[in-house]
């Protein structure tokens, strides 16, 4: 047994099997759910701050509820009130219990590499797992600092999970430069020092999502970010602030809201509009990208909601998109949308190529892996680099016609969906109910567009 998510928080479930296929234009708005990575901060700083949080728009996916229990598991006091409609009475900083049970984080690295940074700081033992994907992608990268820190783990072969973590209220405060461009890692090295006495940096080299530095600030924690002569950023927290609660309406999700607007340029004459998108810079590589193949894509009436940049994003289907180069300098601002892109690029006329993203062989698949695998079933040739991917795309609609398994991804299930609406035959994804970690509700709102996705 773990601890588990309440049934009335649970989203109502998408079938494993999905077919989609060519049909009409798409057209319309739609608000996809709130951002995964926004929603899991604001559960852990709740958690962690003295008094009542008011959380409005939290995503209610499986990855986040995932971290909901795990925080209920050790103390916090967490409530639903309605449709993304939270409350969170938090424990303090260093005040979370022991849990009884093994905390199981389901297909989440957000969840148990963030985690890990908050458990380091307190003076008990608990025991990480998660599902067979969770339990495939490296953890050493969290170990490693926190271990500096002073923290002991158990962790199963190569530093995987399942693992335990023992946590010390003596934690060292450290200065710690990113051997990988990772906001999680970031994360768990900054949640650690929120619980050491003094001051612990981490450097990184290339900007990632700062979400945790900006909502650190908005409880009240004193956190700094200084450029170095020599080009890296340097974060800074001071540890062992008191939290005070303060309200948070999570932006609408950006990895999410690709989907729809892929679909809608891959589609002829479609024009939807996403609203209330998180429109921070740390995360709009693919945007640019997009833009820079010669799609109708654009951001209209940007403003700052919650200490975050916002906007709605507008897509037009109809102009031909061409292959481009992606740096690799861009991946941090992208990392999860390669997926979304790679079908993009399956339709552009040229080749795109994708710079750096050795990465994507560790998220919830070997996603560089499974995009040329699926691409290659439904007729597009894939040239696949231990770092790199080349796509050369069809110029228009690919054949597709084939069937394509999740790997238990939900990045590669939406991403194949969106490509069979542009595909001559349709394109079928085994494994689709992977999509409720992200996005629950993707099928009806792709139906509400206009889009012709079913049980197949
Ligand atoms: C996330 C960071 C990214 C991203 C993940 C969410 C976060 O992972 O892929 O979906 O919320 O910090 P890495 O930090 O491992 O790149």
Redesign the pocket.
Known sequence: MSVSVASDEASSATPDRLLARAGGALRGRGRVPGD??VS??ALMFAALAVGETAIEGLLEGEDVLATAAALRAMGATIERRGAGSWRVWGCGVGGLAAPSDVLDLGNS??SV??LAGILAGHNFTAMLTGDASLRRRPMG?VIDPLTQMGARFQAAEGGRLPATITGTTELVPIDYRLP????????AVLLAGLHAAGRTSVIEAAP??D??ERMLRHFGAEVTVTAEADGTARITVTGEPELRPAPIAVPTDP?SAAFPAVAALLVPSSAVTIEGVLANPTRTGLFATLQEMGADIAWTGLRTEGGEPTGNLVAAGGLALRGVEVPASRA?SM??EYPVLAMAAACASGTTIFHGVG?LR??ESDRLAAIARGLAACGIAVEEGPETLAIHGAGGPPPGGATVDAALDHRIAMAFLVLGLATKRPVTVTGASAIDTSFPGFVALMAGLGADIAVG
């Open positions: 995964k990575s899991h901060r690295g957000t590499r963030l990268r990988v461009a990772s906001a999680q890692v970031k994360s990632t999502r979400h945790t990895s941090p990392i999860d990465e560790v998220k």
